[in-house]
């Protein structure tokens, strides 16, 4: 039997600033967009609706690039304000 992926978010709220970041790594208008960029760059044949004669490794070419991009960035992000915070603290000792 397969599992059944889920796609809910740790925080709910962050859905729209997430879509920007998507967009932004991979220098989009929008998130809808970048997949859609990421498969051109990849030579996916990736249309509007079904995909589903699309194959897995083709699937994960369009994917993988975008979810790759987006985590060195929230790294980025996190490290930059966990030194933000660090030199907060220090300043005020």
């Known amino acids: 039997m397969a599992r ?3 796609r809910r978010l740790l925080v709910p709220e962050a859905r729209d ?3 920007r970041l ?4 991979m220098n989009t208008v929008s998130a809808e967009d970048a997949k859609f960029e ?3 760059r990849q030579s996916v044949p990736l249309t509007n609706g ?5 194959t ?3 699937a994960g070419k369009v994917g993988g690039p975008i979810g790759g991009q987006m985590v060195k960035k929230m790294i980025a992000l996190a490290q930059m304000q966990l030194l933000n915070e660090q030199q907060q603290n ?3 000792s």
């Open 4 to 6: 059944k992926r889920r």
């Open 17 to 19: 600033a997430l879509d």
């Open 22 to 25: 998507k967009a932004d790594v």
């Open 38 to 40: 990421a498969a051109k």
């Open 50 to 54: 079904d995909n589903g004669e699309l």
């Open 56 to 58: 897995a490794r083709q």
């Open 90 to 92: 220090e300043n005020r």
